[in-house]
């Protein structure tokens, strides 16, 4: 007699994410967040991180409201959410991430010349993005902009580019810390997601294709931190060659956008 057990689904792995809403941002002396959605951020560690970044000459900071979005923009590099694991690895175990506030990472060189290859996104930041979507904010979210000033030229070498992600990316670490301290009772949304095999069910593989043929023109995979910068690798530098990502590792941030 067959087992009725054989054909119930299998939980290969389980993801947790529990939102932090953000509802007023403010400068200060420090980063503090007190669950009441009143988020307090600083410029004030710019310097220590320009220090060790040879190719990056300037970083500007910039706070825009939901109703200061027809401002300039230089080239919009990446839009970052800010999450952070405070227990398990990627795509598993559970992920604090704030919701109302977005980083924006631009850039341009001494030069003025954009950081981009196949065409820039310089202009009003308003018209530059549709908000919204899958990937970018809510028309009543915060942005921090992080525009970033390079060499003359380094704009159109991978070191470049990678410099202004890796120097943002030290300056969303603030931000995850103050996730990775956040009370685990505070949250405003809690969603858990599971990696199931369902036996004699139709097996679905799901193709993305990324980008990985240039300077700035590139992906990576697998970084230490949802949506981060640091630990994860090149798809340039593997190859190109496909790889397997789960569908909670997509859902935790496991791509960058290099681009």
Same mark, same amino acid.
């Given at each position: 007699? @067959?087992?009725?057990?054989?054909?119930? $689904?299998?939980?290969?792995?389980?993801? =947790?994410?529990?939102?932090?809403?953000?509802?007023? /941002?403010?400068?200060?002396?420090? &980063?503090?967040?007190? +669950?009441?959605?009143?988020?307090?951020?600083?410029?004030?560690?710019?310097?220590?991180?320009?220090?060790?970044?040879? +190719?990056?000459?300037?970083?500007?900071?910039?706070?825009?409201?939901?109703?200061?979005?027809?401002?300039?923009?230089?080239?919009?590099?990446?839009? *970052?959410?800010?999450?952070?694991?405070?227990?398990?690895?990627?795509?598993?175990? *559970?992920?604090?991430?704030?919701?109302?506030?977005? /980083? &924006?990472?631009?850039?341009?060189?001494?030069?003025?010349?954009?950081?981009?290859?196949?065409?820039?996104?310089?202009?009003?930041?308003?018209?530059?993005?549709?908000?919204?979507?899958?990937?970018?904010?809510?028309?009543?979210? &915060?942005?921090?902009?992080?525009?970033?000033?390079?060499?003359?030229?380094?704009?159109?070498?991978?070191?470049?580019?990678?410099?202004?992600?890796?120097?943002?990316?030290? %300056?969303?670490?603030?931000?995850?810390?103050?996730?990775? @301290?956040?009370?685990?009772?505070? %949250?405003?949304?809690?969603? =858990? &997601?599971?990696? @199931?095999?369902?036996?004699?069910?139709?097996?679905? /593989?799901? *193709? @993305?294709?990324?980008?990985?043929?240039?300077?700035? +023109?590139? =992906?990576?995979?697998? $970084?230490?931190?949802p949506s981060g910068y640091q630990g994860c690798r090149s798809i340039i530098d593997l190859g190109n060659m496909p790889v397997l990502i789960t569908p909670n590792e997509y859902r935790d941030g496991a791509l960058r956008a290099m681009y």
């Amino acid at each position: 007699m @067959k087992d009725d057990n054989e054909n119930k $689904p299998k939980i290969l792995r389980s993801l =947790t994410v529990k939102s932090f809403e953000v509802s007023r /941002v403010s400068w200060g002396d420090r &980063f503090s967040f007190d +669950y009441e959605g009143s988020l307090q951020i600083t410029d004030s560690v710019l310097p220590r991180l320009l220090a060790n970044e040879p +190719y990056i000459t300037d970083i500007r900071l910039r706070l825009i409201p939901p109703e200061g979005r027809r401002c300039p923009t230089n080239t919009i590099m990446d839009i *970052i959410p800010i999450s952070a694991k405070v227990l398990g690895k990627l795509g598993e175990g *559970i992920t604090h991430t704030f919701t109302g506030l977005y /980083v &924006f990472l631009t850039g341009i060189d001494e030069n003025g010349v954009q950081v981009a290859e196949f065409g820039s996104s310089e202009g009003i930041l308003e018209e530059q993005f549709v908000p919204g979507r899958p990937g970018t904010p809510d028309q009543a979210d &915060f942005i921090l902009s992080f525009d970033v000033t390079l060499k003359a030229g380094m704009g159109s070498s991978r070191p470049g580019p990678a410099a202004a992600h890796r120097v943002c990316d030290l %300056y969303c670490g603030y931000l995850r810390d103050l996730l990775k @301290k956040a009370r685990p009772d505070a %949250y405003t949304e809690k969603h =858990t &997601f599971q990696d @199931k095999v369902r036996p004699g069910g139709r097996k679905v /593989v799901l *193709i @993305k294709q990324v980008a990985g043929q240039g300077a700035m +023109y590139d =992906t990576g995979i697998f $970084p230490d931190e949802p949506s981060g910068y640091q630990g994860c690798r090149s798809i340039i530098d593997l190859g190109n060659m496909p790889v397997l990502i789960t569908p909670n590792e997509y859902r935790d941030g496991a791509l960058r956008a290099m681009y």
